[in-house]
């Protein structure tokens, strides 16, 4: 059984920091691509960040480019999000998902419940 689990999301006041952790269980997950997604009350779910098998590449949307990381650790079978110089449109629920495809724009196989993260003017 696959899971995957956000944690880490809260209320932060803007230009605060948090750092989402997503821990995977029940798939090799060295072997996936790891993205974080975010949805806002009343949006589509976007694309944030996303990480290879081998932390060699990482991609970004461009809204959050030079203030979020993504990282992993394929010991712990964790991914992170720091979320550095956050603003109020950044609230939103923020969802890790894995996915064993290289193209440009894969599709996820598995999804976590989701964090809320909610940015205070």
């Known amino acids: 059984q696959v899971q995957l689990v956000e944690s880490g999301g809260g209320l932060v006041q803007a230009g605060g920091s948090l750092r989402l952790s997503c821990a995977a269980s029940?798939?090799?997950?060295?072997?996936?691509?790891m993205g974080w997604f975010r949805q806002a009350p009343g949006k589509e779910r976007d694309f944030v960040a996303a990480?290879?098998?081998?932390?060699?590449?990482?991609y970004y949307a461009d809204s959050v480019k030079a203030r979020f990381i993504i990282s992993r650790d394929n010991a712990k079978n964790t991914v992170y999000l720091q979320m550095n110089s956050l603003k109020p449109e950044d609230t939103a629920v923020y969802y890790c998902a894995a996915t064993r495809e290289l193209t440009t724009a894969p599709k996820y196989d598995y999804w976590g419940q989701g964090t809320q993260v909610t940015v205070s003017s």
């Open positions: 990480i290879s098998w081998s932390s060699g590449r990482t």
């Open positions: 029940g798939i090799t997950f060295s072997t996936y691509r």
